[in-house]
């Protein structure tokens, strides 16, 4: 008897950690939603504190919103189609990258995202009260890293019935996001998902160079 509970208590234990990483990422993303509305609404913690503005970078130094930022969203609609992105592309590349490898180029497309936001706002837009959240940036890297890996993966785009290929959905995504928000006046972080894409780009590249037989395979089996 002893050892069946010493067996459902490690099973519990490891509950979280049996999940893949595109699960747990998109646990985290949902929990610190539910956790930030509560305090923001509450008025217990500010805004301020928790996204990526770089006003509050260059002047006060608050480098945790780099991070807290990535796992913020600005509503139900825009967590919604940040985590139903993830779970199709995210499931994806893990199982191609591995664990790993998936999780640190997650992060980093994220944090480059954040940091290119900054850099563009201050040389570029003269804008520093503009403030940036959500997962898009870390996406956009993950999309990058497919373009060369699997380039011909068909895909489709908000509600376009026809698939695209995703080394023209990529960058197509990028021009009509501009677009919406040139045109419908729509607070969209482009030079965050450009940031993000960037890295993934980079990545893809090394990977590419480093792996060429690999890539070649998953390359023809996404054909």
């Known amino acids: 008897m002893n050892n069946f509970y010493e067996f459902a208590a490690k099973r519990k234990k490891r509950f979280f950690l049996d ?3 595109t699960w ?3 646990f985290v993303n949902v929990l610190f939603f539910i956790v930030t509305e509560i305090l923001i609404l509450t008025n217990l913690v500010p805004i301020d504190y928790l996204a990526l503005k770089p006003k509050l970078i260059l002047e006060k130094y608050y480098l ?3 991070v807290t930022s990535m796992f913020m969203h600005s509503g139900i609609f825009h967590l919604f189609v940040n985590m139903i992105s993830l779970l199709f592309i995210g499931n994806l590349l893990e199982k191609i990258l591995g664990k790993r490898r998936y999780f640190w180029i997650y992060l980093l497309s994220g944090l480059f995202a954040g940091i290119f936001f900054v850099l563009s706002s201050l ?9 940036a959240v959500g997962a898009s940036g870390a996406l956009f890297g993950l999309i990058g890293v497919l373009i060369f890996l699997t380039p011909n993966l068909p ?3 908000f509600f376009i019935p026809i698939p695209i290929k995703i080394k023209y959905a990529a960058p197509g995504l990028l ?3 501009w677009l919406i928000s040139l045109f419908g006046n729509v607070p969209i972080g482009n030079t965050a998902h450009l940031g993000g894409l960037l890295i993934g780009v980079i990545y893809g590249l090394i990977l590419r160079y480093k792996f060429p037989k ?6 023809q089996k996404f054909s």
């Not at 040389?123 to 403030?131: K, M, R």
């Not at 690999?214 to 390359?219: C, E, G, L, R, S």
């Open 19 to 21: 999940w893949s990483v």
């Open 24 to 26: 747990q990422l998109v």
């Open 64 to 66: 945790w919103t780099f």
């Open 123 to 131: 040389i570029f837009s003269g804008d520093y009260s503009l403030f």
């Open 155 to 157: 895909v489709y785009i």
């Open 175 to 177: 021009v009509l996001l």
């Open 214 to 219: 690999k890539v070649k395979y998953i390359n």
